[in-house]
């Protein structure tokens, strides 16, 4: 099978544009079938203050209303996804920006409410992403840019975690190609000691991963993206890699493996 | 060949959601391959003022200066693109918005400074549209969304007049397809008499063209989409019509042709 990385890059990254500037051309030197998702960043906050529209959080999470799911699709969708689309087509990647409404590659669930009402926020099953349309769209020499806005095939969009539909369209691939999941943030990898970024764990397997956790080095911000990634694993994704957007091409990181 | 109908929405159907509803019902009736090329709509402008951007108009056309483009952008390809191509989903039509960025679809000119400086606006060239690429992803099953925005390859979004692109789109598609350009409007066509909505003109040729535009029957709206239709026409498009957009499948319209 051939190979594709998938890279899913955050807020960090997009928020300073000569950070993304230098990302996007590291991106573009990555041979090989690619397909690059992105979070939001600090720009639809700002945007929604300008508004006037304070931003809900509830445990650290948006609560999206229609006005903010109105600002967060014009910004991911809109502002982000085209910005590194335009990026990606000046260093000669024809990149294809795609909302999972685009091609219906992402059908979402609305988060039931239980608790909290999380709003217009969509989950993701095993079956939401059209692998077969993503392979033929790779097939045609395009790079997919997939932002973090969904639909749930009934009209309505829906704000999604970047993390999960990356390692979502990650699993729905891996028939179809050897898939290795990268997770770019702003440290070097998964660190032993958090206040020193060469303390890089190079490899975590699930019993490590169990005793990281045991032990408190893995703490509460990781826990999800690492869950995130053993659940690909275990799903036919054949490698996850965490470490830094610019230094996507050094050794310097955390490979994650089952055994 | 095939038969590819290209149909245009303006500013007065996006701009009312029921209206938008109602076109999107009746866009995914027709039969056979289809691409739906939008404009803006007053939302745009109305946002820029929520930011305290003043809107600026030269001849009644918006000069796009940076702080506009970033607003049309996130308008164009975010609210309103996604928007439709969601609702275009429920109706059981596999949309896919698109950029002139997306896939490097259509790269554009930046408009040269001549008298005025419209800032970045970009003009098109036949070459501007991939044609190749568009009818590859017509031949997925997918129905191309495309928004008023293009690039300059460079990193450069631009933006762009809907009724231009629709045309060069039809341009550049009619070696492959036989090409019907539609664009919809709110009149039921091309009038005799401007307030009567009934005396639609049901065919014009260059000939009859050049005698309303000296009668003053056609006058300047009208002018600029009339002149695009019949230089598509003279360049293999197969017809032009132009007809109200919520009577879409119905006979009343204007039907342009070369003779």
């Keep these: 099978m051939k190979k594709l990385r998938i890279i899913k890059i955050g807020g960090g990254i997009i928020d ?10 590291l991106f573009a030197r990555i041979d090989g079938l690619k397909i690059l998702v992105h979070g939001g ?9 300008s508004l006037g529209i304070a931003p809900q959080l509830v445990n650290g999470r948006r609560i999206t209303d229609a006005a903010t799911l109105d600002v967060v699709t014009m910004f991911y969708a809109g502002k982000t996804n085209k910005a590194i689309v335009a990026g990606l087509q000046q260093n000669r990647v024809n990149a294809l920006g795609l909302s999972g409404a685009d091609g219906n590659v992402i059908r979402a669930v609305k988060r039931p409410v239980r608790e909290v009402d999380y709003g217009f926020v ?48 990650a699993v729905a691939l891996s028939s179809q190609f050897t898939v290795e999941l990268h997770y770019c943030f702003e440290k ?27 032990a408190g080095i893995i703490t509460e911000g990781m826990i999800p993206k ?34």
Excluded: W
Aim: proline content about 2%; overall charge negative.
């Design 16 to 25: 300073d544009e000569l950070s993304l500037h230098q990302f996007l051309q």
């Design 226 to 259: 690492l869950d995130n990634s053993f659940d690909a694993l275990s799903q036919g994704v054949n490698k996850v890699i965490i470490g830094h957007a610019l230094k996507i091409n050094e050794p310097l990181k955390t490979v994650l493996c089952l055994n």
């Design 41 to 49: 960043g600090k720009g639809a906050s700002e945007m929604l203050r």
């Design 188 to 214: 070097n990898g998964v660190l032993l000691d958090v206040n020193d970024d060469d303390s890089v764990i190079a490899r975590i397997n699930l019993t490590s991963y169990v005793e990281l956790k045991e």
């Design 122 to 169: 969509g989950d993701l099953r095993p079956a939401s992403v059209d692998g077969a349309l993503l392979g033929a769209l790779l097939g045609l020499g395009l790079t997919p840019v997939i932002c973090a806005i969904t639909h749930d095939g009934h009209g309505q969009l829906l704000n999604t975690n970047a993390d999960t539909i990356a390692a979502t369209v």
